[in-house]
């Protein structure tokens, strides 16, 4: 099978909106509302709608911020790879700035030390929730504990 890479454009907005529209969320139908758009919303649960989602990924392929590359065999989309700044992903600068502000107010309120509980292992983005191992070392945490299925990380603050 050979395939064409395009980077996204405004001109292949239909396609890049019909793939998402006709893959098949076996594994995890709730993802079928996303077309990619997760780690640009900064909204509550009861917000998270495939219909606004759309909407405002098609705002975003207009106005060139959703970045990436769509993969066409036989001239249809097959594959996406989205490729950003990691300053245009509003989730993760939402999830950066938390933990400094945690680290900040801990600080100030004369705390010792601050932990967390990554979990280990190969795990989905879906399993990551408590944020991967890389975003606590970054932030100066050691790791001072492994067990079956998560580490133990801590800062201290003093």
């Known amino acids: 099978m050979k395939f064409k890479i395009r980077p996204l454009s405004p001109e292949l907005k239909e396609e890049y909106l019909s793939f998402f529209e006709s893959i098949k969320f076996e594994e995890h139908p709730h993802w079928s509302a996303c077309y990619c758009y997760s780690f640009h919303f900064t909204g509550s649960s009861e917000e998270w709608k495939p219909e606004s989602n759309r909407s405002c990924v098609s705002a ?90 998560y580490v133990l990380v801590r800062k201290g603050l003093k």
């Open 60 to 149: 975003m392929i207009d106005e060139g911020s959703m970045k990436g590359y769509l993969a066409f065999s036989d001239g249809k989309p097959v594959g996406w790879c989205n490729v950003n700044n990691r300053l245009n992903y509003q989730l993760l600068t939402k999830k950066y700035d938390l933990l400094d502000r945690v680290i900040k107010d801990y600080t100030a309120q004369d705390y010792a030390f601050i932990e967390a509980y990554p979990r280990s292992g190969d795990l989905s983005s879906e399993k990551l929730y408590r944020g991967p191992m890389e975003i606590y070392t970054r932030n100066g945490f050691d790791q001072v504990g492994e067990f079956e299925d």
